[in-house]
């Protein structure tokens, strides 16, 4: 029981993403989603005890290109016996680029009753971090003038708007700008 008002703890998910480099082209990026209920209770079938789902998800990507070169998954917990049934399927990313319009192919091999929820919703959290992992390892974004692919998260987020301070810096190539701009200053 709580006091009146007080949030009574129901579900917790908690998603974890690790990128690492592997040879001289290629990244593994794993994801780790579990899913507590601190409340326990039968639900459709699923019984009682914390942990509903404790599940991964691991893509070898390629580069320069992006492309998914293997995937494969684990389910440590799960509701049902035939939710690994959801493992093969990812295979349908083989050869998919993590790039634009990943998530819309995704969601076509993997979305509704073609794959199982939590992994494509790791899927879909393990793209971003690709792209992040990519620029670590790599080589981190060029000015414009020299390779405008580079510039795949400019419209990500507010802080990289097209126009922006951020991007407009970058096109000038006034990385002192740029500096001036990141929290990570020490001034």
Sequence with gaps: MSEAGAPIPLHTRTIRIDAARVGD???EVTGHLVDDRPEPEDWFGVPAGPVIHDMGVTLRVRHPDLVITAAAARMEARPYTICTDAIAPLQRLVGLSVAQGFTRA??????RANGCAHLTALVHA?????RQAAGVAFGGPRPASDAASDLWFVNTCQAWREHGPLHSRLLANDVDGLRRLSAWRTD
């Design 25 to 27: 082209a290629e990244i």
């Design 126 to 130: 393990l793209a971003p971090v690709v």
């Design 106 to 111: 995704v969601n076509e091999r993997l979305g």
